[in-house]
């Protein structure tokens, strides 16, 4: 069974922590994103991999920075976790051929 | 850039009766369309997609989507609901070669008994 595995459930912390959200994938896929979900406004992009060590700003990068050190793992990174950052998390991987995503079950931060 | 809209943010509907929900984005050029569900305290999975072929496509759990190209349209349809359909619809849009998705801002279903 393929799968997408968030590390965190759930996350408390203070602001200006610094907060490490990490994501891993079985399906070897190229293509990894992390998105922040938020009531009312959908799924909005932080940034995604295209491969290792390779990355892109999506539409809401700021505040936010990724690791792409080995094709399963993609982390997102807080360096200053601010209160306006409280919101669900969802890592992403892509089947190129289909491009169907696989999303894991979410982080849910709450920043205090 | 394109953009999503999915105009109605809550669909109360009772139980067997039909459901449609409702997505238009914004470009005419070539795009794939996507509808996820999310039930609560889980990630997306996928219902179906429209990449190429016959404009109706069908996906899991009896639901199906029209791909109107000239209204810009992929509305998601179910001629009977159950109880455990009662959660939250996205639909998507990515163009070329999978590397961005954009998200409608999403359709909680609550289906009554």
């Known amino acids: 069974d393929v799968k997408v595995t968030q590390s965190s459930r759930y996350l408390v912390k203070r602001t200006g922590e610094k907060v490490f959200l990490e994501c891993v994938q079985d399906?070897?896929?190229?293509?990894m994103f992390w998105y922040r979900q938020d009531p009312g406004l959908g799924l909005r992009l932080i940034y995604f991999?295209?491969?290792?060590?390779?990355?892109e700003k999506g539409d809401i990068p700021e505040g936010y920075s990724v690791s792409r050190e080995k094709k399963e793992r993609f982390s997102l990174i807080l360096e200053s976790a601010s209160t306006n950052q409280t919101s669900m998390y969802l890592c992403?991987?892509?089947?190129?051929?289909?491009?169907?995503?696989?999303f894991g079950e979410g982080s849910r931060l709450t920043v205090l | 850039a394109q953009s999503v809209t999915q105009l109605d943010s809550q669909v109360p509907v009772f139980e067997e009766a039909p459901v449609e929900l409702r997505c238009n984005y914004s470009?005419?050029?070539?795009?794939?369309l996507f509808w996820y569900v999310q039930y609560p305290n889980q990630g997306l999975q996928l219902l179906l997609k429209?990449?190429?072929?016959?404009?109706l496509v069908k996906g899991i759990n009896g639901f199906e989507a029209e791909f109107n190209k000239s209204q810009t349209s992929f509305h998601l349809r179910k001629p009977s609901v159950h109880i455990s359909d009662t959660a939250e619809y996205f639909c998507?849009?990515?163009?070329?070669?999978?590397?961005?998705?954009?998200f409608g801002s999403g359709t909680k279903l609550n289906v009554k008994p």
């Open positions: 991999s295209y491969d290792v060590k390779m990355k």
């Open positions: 992403a991987s892509v089947r190129k051929n289909t491009g169907e995503l696989f």
């Open positions: 399906m070897d896929h190229e293509n």
């Open positions: 429209y990449l190429s072929g016959s404009t």
């Open positions: 998507a849009v990515s163009e070329g070669n999978f590397n961005k998705f954009y």
């Open positions: 470009s005419s050029v070539s795009v794939y």
